[in-house]
């Protein structure tokens, strides 16, 4: 069975997935996360990042370690971490019209919060145009790798695992794409991310793509 016709849910990471990894929005959200750190735990910035590291490395997103280790209040520090400069990102067109061919829900999943979605979403020209949005708050801040809101996100949206795909820039978020039942594609921007584990995660990966827009088009022509 060709890849479109298996899969009527296609979920998809927002941070570069949908837009490049180069574009500096997560430089600038790393930024902000050390002067967050520096500023309300009261240490120098080298031992603020190393603490960022640390938490990002430990728990899947710095917030949770700040959450569980120091009572950080999530919505604080989501609001102060997300204060960008988002014109740096803009449309691609190419993806947007290979979007717009494939059938079925698409759903953003991400470790970030609603209102940076929306606000990237305007930016690249997508707005209004996925079903739904599943994020950190969703997911009582639990990020992913943990398979739990794997699992809340199959049942709030009635989701068929079997006929749904996810798509991630980091492969280590998609092994428990694979245990829940999804499809899973990982979108190598062609960087090591310092947390994620990529040969551990291989065997779990159906499929990788350096260019989303490229795999998204051989679907729709049927290739793959």
Same mark, same amino acid.
């Given at each position: 069975m060709k890849f479109k016709e298996k899969i009527n849910t296609w979920i998809f990471d927002l941070d570069n997935t949908l837009y490049s990894a180069d574009s500096g929005i997560f430089q600038q959200v790393h930024k902000l996360m050390g002067e967050f750190i520096s500023k309300n735990l009261k240490m120098d910035m080298v031992? *603020?990042? =190393?603490?960022?590291? #640390?938490?990002? #490395?430990?728990?899947?997103?710095?917030?949770?370690?700040?959450?569980?280790?120091?009572? %950080?209040?999530?919505?604080?520090?989501?609001?102060e971490v997300h204060k960008l400069d988002y014109s740096i990102v803009g449309p691609d &067109?190419?993806?947007? =019209?290979?979007? &717009? #061919?494939?059938?079925?829900?698409? %759903?953003?999943?991400?470790?970030a919060n609603k209102k940076h979605v929306v606000d990237v979403l305007e930016r690249i020209n997508l707005a209004n145009f996925f079903d739904e949005i599943f994020d950190i708050k969703m997911a009582n801040y639990i990020p992913k790798p943990e398979?739990?809101?794997? &699992?809340?996100?199959?049942?709030?949206?009635?989701?068929?695992? +079997? +006929? +749904? *795909?996810?798509?991630?820039? %980091? *492969? =280590?978020?998609l092994?428990? *794409? #694979? =245990?829940?039942g999804f499809t899973p594609v990982w979108v190598d921007a062609g960087y090591e991310n310092f947390s994620d584990d990529i040969q551990a995660s291989k065997d779990y990966l159906d499929y990788s793509t350096r260019n989303l827009s490229s795999f998204l088009k051989d679907i729709n022509e049927e290739i793959i």
């Open positions: 031992e *603020a990042k =190393k603490l960022q590291s #640390k938490y990002y #490395k430990q728990h899947g997103t710095t917030l949770r370690g700040l959450m569980d280790n120091h009572g %950080i209040e999530p919505d604080y520090f989501l609001d &067109e190419i993806l947007k =019209k290979e979007l &717009e #061919k494939i059938q079925g829900r698409k %759903i953003i999943y991400t470790n398979i739990r809101p794997y &699992e809340q996100i199959i049942d709030i949206f009635n989701i068929n695992p +079997s +006929s +749904s *795909a996810m798509f991630d820039d %980091i *492969a =280590k978020n092994v428990p *794409a #694979k =245990k829940v």
